[in-house]
T-cell receptor
Framework: EAQVTQNPRYLITVTGKKLTVTCSQN?????MSWYRQDPGLGLRQIYY???????DKGDVPEGYKVSRKEKRNFPLILESPSPNQTSLYFC??????????????FGPGTRLTVL | RKEVEQDPGPFNVPEGATVAFNCTYS??????FFWYRQDCRKEPKLLMS???SGNEDGRFTAQLNRASQYISLLIRDSKLSDSATYLC?????????FGGGTRLMVKP
């Protein structure tokens, strides 16, 4: 089944404790991205990657890191989480993602709480 | 000003009604336009792309007005299952910008 998977789905952590949220897609998509969704602010893009070893900042990259060592994986790293990073996070992928008419496939989301 | 703006709603409509949502965008270089549907705190899913000439998919019709920089979504004969949040999405270059979403509630 073609899909985007994220782990963990739910995470409660404390300020400053490094964490990684994994994202994997099995569709051989070139483009992958991370979003956070907050009430009243909608979905905002954190980072995106157009291919292996190519990553770029989105609208809200501060406090996050990403890497794209393999085409299928795009982990999101919070080196020192803070309470303002409490949010619902979505990973997404698309075949090209370069402005063409391209469907974004989203993972099921990770609900992160930072105490 | 937000790059992509939507009326958050909620739009409360009876079954069978026709409802329309608008979305405005600020970046005139925007190239691709989409409507996504999101059920309560689940992942967004593509509803339909929006083409310059307008396009229809069953009960759903999308329109794009580049001059005025807005897109619209029309839902005819609303079903209970249409209750969701509808996200307007605009693609300029390599980034996607999402509107805050419009919540639709279809009542029996």
């Amino acid at each position: 089944e073609a899909q985007v998977t994220q782990n963990p789905r739910y995470l409660i952590t404390v300020t400053g404790k490094k964490l990684t949220v994994t994202c994997s897609q099995n569709m051989n998509h070139e483009y992958m991205s991370w979003y956070r969704q907050d009430p009243g602010l909608g979905l905002r893009q954190i980072y995106y990657s157009m291919n292996v070893e190519v990553t770029d900042k989105g609208d809200v990259p501060e406090g996050y890191k990403v890497s794209r060592k393999e085409k299928r994986n795009f982990p999101l790293i919070l080196e020192s989480p803070s309470p303002n990073q409490t949010s619902l996070y979505f990973c997404a992928s698309s075949l090209y993602g370069d402005g063409r008419r391209d469907t974004q496939y989203f993972g099921p989301g990770t609900r992160l709480t930072v105490l | 000003r937000k790059e992509v703006e939507q009326d958050p709603g909620p739009f409360n409509v009876p079954e069978g009604a026709t409802v329309a949502f608008n979305c405005t965008y600020s970046n005139s270089a925007s190239q691709s336009f989409f409507w996504y549907r999101q059920d309560c705190r689940k992942e967004p899913k593509l509803l339909m792309s929006v083409y310059s000439s307008g396009n229809e998919d069953g009960r759903f019709t999308a329109q794009l007005n580049r001059a005025s920089q807005y897109i619209s979504l029309l839902i005819r004969d609303s079903k209970l299952s249409d209750s969701a949040t509808y996200l307007c999405v605009v693609n300029a270059g390599n980034m996607l910008t999402f509107g805050g979403g419009t919540r639709l509630m279809v009542k029996p």
